[in-house]
């Protein structure tokens, strides 16, 4: 018992506590992430097959689009603010 007792396991075990669940957060925002663009890929597949012979529908798609770049950029932006800030 006298190897808990030192001030330095304490801090490796704390170390590993906190990594591991940096480590599960990170995991997460990625499947999240990868779930929303999952959903923006059928949303744009359904509209391209509801708009198909329409003429409004090449427009509508590059509005979906701009909207998904935008977007994305939005979500890497954020990402990089919440790791580094």
Request: charged share 5%.
């Amino acid at each position: 018992m006298k190897v808990l007792k030192n001030s330095v396991t304490k801090i490796i075990t704390f170390s590993l506590i906190i990594g591991l669940i940096f480590a599960f957060l990170f995991a997460m925002k990625g499947l999240l992430l990868q779930l929303l663009g999952a959903a923006l890929f059928i949303v744009a597949a359904i509209i391209c097959i509801l708009l198909f012979f329409t003429i409004f529908g090449p427009i509508i798609l590059g509005v979906l689009a701009i909207g998904g770049a935008i977007l994305g950029f939005f979500l890497i932006i954020g990402i990089i603010g919440w790791v580094f800030m």
